[in-house]
């Protein structure tokens, strides 16, 4: 059972007014009394320490505090309370002001709309500054190709594209199965079901394959660039290598760059490639269309510039995965915390950058003729 | 929740502890018992395992053999959670201070408070928070910056005001001058003792500063062979014949700070200092 510190209040002769302390004054046991001593009014004479047990710099405080608040004395203290009464009183405290947070005035809306103005000012001028670095980076290594962390490059390829391959291939080969079962269900009403294959072969190769797999990049990628340059950021490595005369920039950026760009051509090919044959596979069963059938009748249904269209776009999706994430990683500063929401805003910058950009392309490549 | 001070003689007693990474032994057989009120400087070389034994004494680091008795209670160091009441009854200072980057300094001395006991109010925590900031030496406006605007010393005045936050019985710190510069190291030091004659907390100091095991520390262990191969004040390890010892205090850094340390002696004498009195000074 805990013991808490407790009060009485003495009246005294002549209008003496004291309280009476007792029990521990130990951090432990000082919460009540604290609450209580704050209830009280006063104004007392003294404060009666002599019936304390322990005490610490918490009780100490506390009737330091109480003293110069009722203007008592204290007596009856024993050694060590004096000692830390004493070392309270050396280190007084100016009175805090209390006055909190101003309430949401007009004025100071429009200050937070200003600020957040000018902060995303800031925001838009520090990514075309990060743009320029990375041009000028990569002007550099066309220049001097010597330059080029080639080994840091193959790594990036590496996790990027060959590791994501089981992972981006099931969910490819999985997303052909639901859209040629869907397709499949309401073509059937028109008799149509042979139509099912131009659905899946051209959707596949146009949009879904690249898309999904860009969504899936930003998720595995985007997000480990960001947290890496940022955690890099807060230990001092990326100063460390300015320091030493290596830019981060060509060290860390361009090989992620490159990785993400040419992987995400790659793998978005690859992508539909399973979401077809995912296609064909389900078709098998639920249509009845051999499996071969199905891929021969993919090479006469999908015109050549669908895979085109999915080849242009993946290059351009892959960079501004690993722009977003290189760029939030590089803004990381102050502390851990900040790693975890620079991460979280390049995955989401980046899969929203990607969906309008695909809305834009969709358009430009019907009104270009390769609808 | 026990109020009452520890009043053994010894709050850490460490008997026969082995602790290892796989098959890498770092202790072996090592016993280590430190006196009540006491500043006890841990020394050894780089690897010798002084952190690991702060670690497993503080039950973050599990013993492979051996016993530890921490404030009387038995520490068990597979259980890192158990042993709550304990934990409210000492405070650590890791090296690199380790505060919660996302919480303000005095957030983060508010965080044991908060933990151990709800029942205290806001103000009442706040004021002990600031309190607690004032008492380690920063200046007030400290209180609301996050540790990533502070400096390595003033980190490392937050780390110290976060482990006295609970008034603790014990106080280890590892390696707290680490890093600072000599003027920041000397007012550290002085910030330790003068805590110590003030609370009467016993200190488990690791450390490679010799001019802080000279000035604060009243008696000094030494690590090396995977054990304590001696404790004792300085000039009693001195007239000892070990030669890492030896090396360790007569090296030129060791003379160094000897000859300062006597240069004050024969200077202000200044109250009682730690190396006249051999260990215990009990509250």
């Given at each position: 059972m805990r013991e808490w510190a407790e009060f009485s209040i003495a009246e005294g002769e002549g209008g003496a007014r004291g309280v009476v302390l007792s029990g521990p004054l130990v951090v432990a046991s000082i919460g009540r009394l604290d609450a209580q001593l704050r209830g009280i009014e006063g104004p007392f004479t003294h404060i009666d320490l002599s019936g304390v047990g322990e005490v610490d710099t918490v009780g100490a405080w506390t009737v330091?505090?109480?003293?110069?608040?009722?203007?008592?004395?204290?007596?009856?203290?024993?050694?060590?309370?004096?000692?830390?009464?004493?070392?309270?009183?050396r280190s007084e405290l100016e009175e805090e002001s209390t006055a909190g947070a101003a309430a949401l005035s007009p004025e100071g809306m429009a200050a937070l709309t200003g600020k957040f103005v000018i902060a995303y000012g800031q925001g838009v001028k520090h990514f075309l500054a990060?743009?320029?670095?990375?041009?000028?980076?990569?002007?550099?290594?066309?220049?001097?190709?010597?330059?080029?962390?080639?080994?840091?490059?193959?790594r990036q390829f590496d996790l990027v594209g060959i590791r994501a391959l089981p992972i981006i291939g099931l969910m490819s080969f999985l997303v052909g199965i639901v859209i040629a079962q869907q397709g499949a269900v309401q073509l059937e009403q028109f008799g149509a079901e042979i139509y099912t294959i131009n659905l899946t072969g051209r959707l596949s190769f146009r949009e879904l394959g690249v898309l999904m797999t860009a969504i899936m990049v930003a998720g595995r990628s985007g997000s480990s660039?960001?947290?890496?340059?940022?955690?890099?950021?807060?230990?001092?490595?990326?100063?460390?290598?300015r320091t030493i005369g290596v830019s981060p920039m060509e060290a860390l950026v361009v090989p992620r760059v490159l990785a993400s760009t040419f992987m995400l051509m790659v793998l978005g090919f690859y992508a539909a490639i399973l979401s077809?044959?995912?296609?064909?596979?389900?078709?098998?069963y639920s249509l009845e269309i051999p499996f071969w059938t199905f891929l021969s009748r993919i090479q006469e249904v999908v015109p050549n510039h669908d895979m085109w269209v999915g080849l242009i776009k993946g290059p351009v999706f892959g960079l501004i995965i690993a722009l977003a994430g290189c760029y939030q990683g590089m803004r990381v500063e102050?502390?851990?915390?900040?790693?975890?929401?620079?991460?979280t805003v390049a995955v989401v910058q980046a899969i929203f950058a990607v969906i309008v950009l695909d809305a834009f392309f969709a358009v430009f490549f019907t009104e270009v003729g390769w609808g | 929740m026990s109020l009452e001070h520890f009043t053994g003689d010894f709050p850490i007693v460490v008997?026969?502890?082995?602790?290892?990474?796989g098959d890498h032994v770092i202790h072996e057989g090592l016993d280590l018992s430190v006196r009540r009120g006491e500043i006890l400087g841990v020394v050894g070389g780089s690897g010798t395992g002084k952190s690991v034994l702060m670690r497993a004494i503080i039950g973050l680091q599990p013993a492979a053999d051996g016993r530890i008795e921490v404030l009387g209670e038995e520490i068990a160091g597979d259980h890192a959670d158990d042993d709550i009441d304990i934990r409210a009854r000492w405070g650590v200072l890791f090296q690199g201070g380790a505060l919660f980057s996302t919480l303000t300094v005095a957030e983060n001395i508010e965080v044991p408070l908060?933990?151990?006991?709800?029942?205290?109010?806001?103000?009442?925590?706040?004021?002990?928070?600031?309190?607690?900031?004032?008492?380690?030496?920063?200046?007030?406006?400290?209180?609301?910056?996050?540790?990533?605007?502070?400096?390595?010393?003033?980190?490392?005045?937050?780390?110290?005001?976060?482990?006295l936050a609970m008034d603790p019985e014990l106080l280890f710190l590892d390696e707290p001058t680490a890093g600072l510069d000599p003027i920041g190291a000397a007012a550290f030091d002085q910030l330790t003792r003068e805590l110590q004659d003030t609370l009467g907390h016993t200190v488990f100091l690791i450390t490679h500063d010799l001019d802080t095991l000279h000035e604060i520390c009243d008696r000094v262990a030494v690590i090396a062979d995977k054990r304590v191969i001696a404790v004792g004040t300085i000039p009693e390890l001195l007239a000892l014949d070990h030669?890492?010892?030896?090396?360790?205090?007569?090296?030129?850094?060791?003379?160094?700070?000897?000859?300062?340390?006597?240069?004050?002696?024969?200077g202000v004498r200044a109250g009682t200092k730690a190396m006249d009195k051999p260990g215990g000074r009990g509250a």
């Open positions: 330091w505090r109480f003293a110069r608040d009722s203007g008592a004395d204290i007596v009856g203290a024993s050694d060590k309370a004096r000692r830390l009464i004493a070392a309270v009183h990060f743009l320029g670095e990375l041009i000028v980076a990569l002007a550099t290594l066309v220049r001097h190709p010597s330059r080029m962390r080639w080994t840091s490059v193959v660039f960001a947290a890496q340059i940022g955690t890099m950021k807060l230990t001092e490595e990326i100063d460390a290598m077809i044959i995912g296609g064909a596979f389900i078709s098998m102050g502390n851990s915390e900040a790693v975890g929401i620079r991460t | 008997e026969g502890l082995k602790t290892a990474f908060k933990e151990f006991y709800p029942e205290i109010s806001p103000t009442l925590r706040r004021e002990i928070a600031r309190y607690k900031v004032m008492l380690s030496g920063l200046p007030d406006d400290a209180a609301d910056k996050y540790p990533s605007e502070l400096s390595g010393g003033m980190k490392k005045r937050a780390g110290l005001a976060r482990a030669p890492w010892i030896q090396q360790y205090f007569n090296g030129p850094r060791g003379r160094a700070a000897q000859d300062a340390q006597a240069r004050v002696r024969a």
